[in-house]
């Protein structure tokens, strides 16, 4: 159901220009109850570093950064985001926890998710530049989410991986530049109202690298979690 159709360097990077009318919608009257997911659009990984903040945790392992527009997901519409180190981002949330669960989950401490590789990731004694980088980008309007060089639990490898947010359309692209292939992630959507939710993948299951996934709002109010 979509098409990602940019413009791209000699290394496979977008830059700050994208064509409106191709590619992922960056337009949208409402934020819906439901969300159609392709998982076969062209690997598009963003440039993660350059102008980009680096996030700086507390014991409480998340942060709240502010995205600079107002983003439309599920029945709300949010201005800032939480941020946790084992790959996933709240809307609402503040309680972090490395076990991830399964999708859809009414707990409100799993409300209002977006979990682009939700495991047991982490940052300490990581390398100096592994960390959680964002940073707003142009032409669409977007937000840039990278979790950059992060440590996956005792067992080696790194994962890079990073969620883009579209301004208002509230439609979602997911990057994998490197996924360690004995996790366990869930990756997905998650409301916190027990019923609507997107999980294409869990448990033994999980993307691959070079791979990018694109979450995007339907009009009909019918719980989905496969298109």
Not at 27 to 47: G, H, M
Request: charged share 15%; hydrophobic share 30%.
């Amino acid at each position: 159901p979509f098409s990602l159709s940019v413009k791209e360097d000699e290394n496979g990077i977008i830059s700050d220009s994208l064509d409106e009318s191709q590619g992922i919608s960056t337009v949208s009257n409402r934020a819906s109850f439901n969300y159609q997911q392709d998982l076969t659009v062209p690997f598009r990984w963003e440039e993660p570093l350059q102008g980009a903040t680096k996030v700086q945790f507390s014991s409480s392992g998340y942060q709240t950064v502010a995205l600079g527009f107002t983003f439309p997901f599920y029945d709300g519409s949010y201005s800032s985001i939480n941020l946790f180190t084992h790959g996933y981002a709240s809307f609402t949330s503040t309680i972090s926890s490395s076990n991830n669960i399964q999708f859809p989950s009414n707990n409100p401490q799993y409300a209002k998710i977006i979990a682009p590789l939700w495991e047991y990731v982490y940052y300490w004694n990581a390398g100096p530049n592994s960390g959680i980088y964002y940073k707003a980008l142009h032409n669409p309007e977007r937000y840039l989410i990278t979790w950059y060089q992060a440590p996956y639990d005792w067992q080696g490898g790194t994962c890079n991986f990073q969620l883009v947010l579209y301004k208002d359309s509230g439609n979602m692209l997911i990057n994998y530049q490197r996924v360690t292939q004995n996790m366990r992630p869930t990756v997905g959507l998650n409301d916190g109202d027990g019923v609507h939710s997107n999980m294409p993948y869990y448990n033994n299951q999980r993307p691959v690298n070079s791979q990018s996934i694109v979450f995007g709002t339907t009009d009909n109010d019918v719980a989905m979690d496969r298109v």
